[in-house]
Nanobody, 119 residues
């Protein structure tokens, strides 16, 4: 499976960006897509997780709740991350991933897209 992330860029604090991640290749019957990020010198952290194919709830890192919104288009095998009210501490490389039901954690990753928020 291939994951192609896009939408990163440079934005001022308080601005918005929308990330997209399209999956192609192997298909799965039930999976969740999510976003992680890694800032320089820090470990990769979970940001948001979409619902499974059949439903469920979404998950967010506490620090992005109310500012970020994850959504998913099953027909396009694409997940989005709408990021509003961006802060300099949101600066990181953002990665999308896939977690397949019954296979443990996120095992498939995209190449990452840089998000830089200036103060």
């Amino acid at each position: 499976v291939q994951l192609q992330a896009s939408g990163g860029g440079l934005v001022q604090a308080g601005g918005s960006l929308r990330l997209s991640c399209a999956a192609s290749g192997r298909t799965f019957s039930n999976y969740r897509m999510g976003w992680f990020r890694q800032a320089p010198g820090k470990e990769r952290e979970f940001v948001a997780g979409s619902r499974w194919n059949g439903g469920g709830i979404v998950y967010y890192l506490d620090s992005v709740k109310g500012r970020f919104t994850i959504s998913r288009d099953n027909a396009k095998n694409t997940v989005y991350l709408q990021m509003d009210s961006l802060k300099p501490e949101d600066t990181a490389v953002y990665y999308c991933g896939i977690r397949v039901a019954g296979e443990g954690g996120y095992a498939y990753w995209g190449q990452g897209t840089q998000v830089t928020v200036s103060s």
